[in-house]
């Protein structure tokens, strides 16, 4: 496990291995705390992390503070193996709160396996007009959390909220799924889609974006939402 922040500025982590655990019930998901920049995230191996999410936002739960830019952004790749995200903060006394789960506006993440979110709560993602959501596996895209009989599905919001009532320090919480939202809509004009591409499946997920999307598998879609 392990615990990384950037208050001011990028992130970058390299192995040549792998980066993280979420299997082990003994070790604490590996989290990693953003303020205003971007993270990059490269293994030969696979990647797996708890949660991304934005340090001032999750320290002060009482205000709303998020340090995020518009522009920060996530980057995620494993040459050889699978990403997984948890959605848990275990570092976190409760991480039942949505915070702990909201991303940069950009989440873009490449694995020659699988990616799997096993995430019990959605992630949602900050709005931007330039934010972008690309999710590419050379085996499985999965979202399914629970067992065979009992389950649901892990999915990821981009938010189209007012960029205005979301970033900085804020008189109220703002509603990320249906609150205000900018007199000319964010991706209005944008030509640049969500990408969803799996050689595999893409199965047991929800996603809800504001532009179009490209979603492919060369296997089977099933239990999926859009």
């Known amino acids: 496990s392990g615990r990384f922040l950037a208050a001011d500025g990028d992130m970058t982590l390299r192995a040549l291995g792998n980066i993280g655990t979420t299997t082990d019930a003994f070790t604490k998901d590996t989290l990693v705390e953003l303020g205003s920049g971007g993270l990059t995230v490269q293994a030969m191996g696979s990647v797996s992390l708890g949660t991304i999410n934005n340090t001032v936002l999750t320290s002060l739960l009482d205000v709303w503070n998020l340090t995020y830019a518009p522009d920060s952004s996530v980057t995620i790749h494993s040459a050889l193996g699978s990403v997984i995200l948890s959605g848990n903060d275990d570092f976190a006394s409760d991480d039942t709160s949505s915070r ?77 799924v249906y609150g205000t939202t900018p007199d000319t809509p964010l991706h209005y004009g944008d030509t640049t889609p969500v990408l969803v591409t799996a050689d595999g499946d893409i199965a047991y997920l929800s996603l809800s974006v504001p532009n179009k999307a490209l979603i492919k598998a060369d296997g089977e879609i099933g239990d999926f939402s859009y």
């Open 100 to 176: 702990f789960r909201l991303l940069p506006s950009s989440l873009r993440i490449t694995a020659a396996g699988d990616i799997r979110l096993t995430s019990k709560g959605d992630f949602t993602m900050a709005p931007s007009a330039t934010g972008q959501l690309e999710l590419i596996a050379g085996g499985d895209i999965d979202g399914k959390v629970g067992t065979s009989t009992s389950y649901w599905n892990s999915g990821i919001l981009m938010s189209s909220a007012d960029p205005a009532s979301v970033y900085g320090e804020q008189s109220q919480e703002p509603d990320l």
